[in-house]
């Protein structure tokens, strides 16, 4: 079955706030005492350093999404970072909406390049984008400050990480929400892939929410053609306890024109996984955007707003969050 075009938009506005943020910054001296005469101008061998090079063709996504868990202020934060590497240097992109029901906000977005790097994948603060990183790179809060508009993602504990069979990571934080002077408290999904930037996108893929006792992700395990019945493994959280599931199976039952990218989109989603795990998803509400290509087809980059029920060891749990979902 088919539904009709997809539209969404939307604004808001932030007004300035103190931000609440305290760094601490390391200065380190280094010293050279020069004793001696100094030799001559090729009497010694001057070590050279290495040029630094780029890991070659690849595609760095790092994915954060900040959703509340209760329905009485219901924002979602979803933050998209890549990295693409090439032979001169690194094609950055960041961007971030907010979005709180049915209103998107794009806040951010920057295209941007670097120099080559030895760690292309570090994010990299940039325009109104600012990181705050404590112990071992981590991240501990992102800042976006850009004229009235003030957003602050503080990031808590590690509740759960899970690992992919090729190198993906999902790992689950607690987390807090500052915009306009007003804290939500909420989960964070951090996200990370790597892909091969001249071969298909990456699969879809899930953060689903019901309550604060569930957290699922649902990943894809590779980019199928629309039609095709999705292969996708799982993990949950249930009260703490953990879930995984190997091996589902998603299909679209409904689709939606949307017409500039000339392509269908999902509406509704089944998920199969056995006796362990059904369920059934539906779009609230959408942010899409077609990008450039020959055609008559062009790609789609979409995020998807989705509510619906999963069924688990024969509980039911109604749910919503976000669907990422690409399409070459």
């Given at each position: 079955m088919r539904r009709g075009p997809v539209d969404s938009g939307g604004r808001w506005g932030a007004r300035t706030g103190a931000l609440r943020i305290s760094v601490g910054t390391l200065l380190v001296v280094a010293a050279a005492c020069d004793s001696g005469e100094r030799?001559?101008?090729?009497?010694?061998?001057?070590?050279?350093?290495?040029?630094?090079?780029?890991?070659?063709?690849?595609?760095?996504?790092?994915?954060?999404?900040?959703?509340?868990?209760?329905?009485?202020?219901a924002f979602m934060v979803p933050m998209l970072f890549t990295a693409e590497t090439h032979a001169d240097g690194i094609a950055r992109t960041a961007r971030g909406w907010l979005r709180r029901g049915s209103t998107w906000d794009a806040f951010h977005d920057a295209s941007w390049d670097t120099p080559p790097s030895r760690a292309p994948w570090r994010l990299l603060p940039?325009?109104?984008?600012?990181?705050?990183?404590?112990?071992?790179?981590?991240?501990?809060?992102?800042?976006?400050?850009?004229?009235?508009?003030?957003?602050?993602?503080?990031f808590g504990n590690v509740?759960?990480?899970?690992?992919?069979?090729?190198?993906?990571?999902?790992?689950?934080?607690?987390?807090?929400?500052?915009?306009?002077?007003?804290?939500?408290?909420?989960?964070?999904?951090?996200?990370?892939?790597?892909?091969?930037?001249?071969g298909p996108p990456g699969g879809d893929w899930a953060f689903l929410m019901s309550g604060d006792s569930l957290q699922v992700v649902l990943e894809s395990t590779r980019y199928e053609p629309p039609g095709t019945p999705g292969v996708y493994h799982g993990w949950g959280r249930l009260d703490s306890r953990e879930l995984q599931w190997p091996s589902l199976t998603v299909e679209w039952p409904e689709t939606s024109a949307f017409e500039p990218a000339r392509q269908d989109v999902p509406a509704e989603w089944s998920i199969v996984g056995g006796q362990d795990l059904v369920g059934t998803l539906t779009a609230e509400t959408a942010q899409l955007q077609a990008g450039d290509g020959p055609g008559p087809l062009l790609p789609v980059d979409g995020l998807f707003g989705v509510s619906g029920t999963l069924v688990i060891d024969g509980q039911a749990f109604p749910?919503?969050?976000?669907?990422?979902?690409?399409?070459?």
């Open positions: 030799p001559a101008l090729g009497e010694v061998d001057v070590p050279i350093p290495a040029p630094v090079s780029n890991p070659p063709d690849r595609l760095y996504e790092r994915s954060i999404v900040f959703s509340t868990v209760g329905t009485d202020t940039h325009g109104g984008l600012r990181l705050v990183v404590g112990v071992e790179d981590a991240i501990t809060t992102i800042v976006f400050e850009e004229g009235p508009r003030v957003l602050e993602l503080e509740l759960i990480e899970w690992t992919g069979r090729t190198g993906q990571v999902f790992r689950l934080l607690d987390g807090a929400l500052f915009l306009s002077e007003q804290r939500v408290g909420g989960i964070v999904v951090d996200a990370t892939r790597t892909l091969a930037s001249s749910v919503r969050g976000l669907i990422r979902h690409t399409r070459p």
